[in-house]
């Protein structure tokens, strides 16, 4: 993930911190979610001078790549906790 890229998720997290933090993301549709963060979308979208869907399908991209890095980095995490129960 680049720079920007990563500035763009970061920016579009930052703004779902604050407007769904009483939201249980486990129990809210996906549609409503994705309302809430319409304005920040519609926002870079204008700054971008792009369509909104553009914008959407970008964050949904970046998310999925972030989200599967952090699982990555469990993992690794996780095998390097066996590993050195292995070896006591």
Known sequence: MTKEQ???LKRINDYAEK????????????????EMLK???QEIADEQ????SDIFIEY???A???A???ENKLQE????????????
């Open 77 to 88: 995490s996780l095998k390097d906790i066996e590993d050195d129960d292995k070896k006591r």
């Open 49 to 52: 001078g792009k369509p909104l």
């Open 68 to 70: 599967l890095e952090m």
């Open 6 to 8: 990563h500035e763009f």
């Open 39 to 41: 304005p920040i979308m």
């Open 64 to 66: 999925s790549e972030n």
């Open 60 to 62: 949904m991209d970046l």
């Open 19 to 34: 407007v769904m933090a009483d939201i249980d993301p486990q129990k809210t549709a996906i549609s409503y979610q994705l």
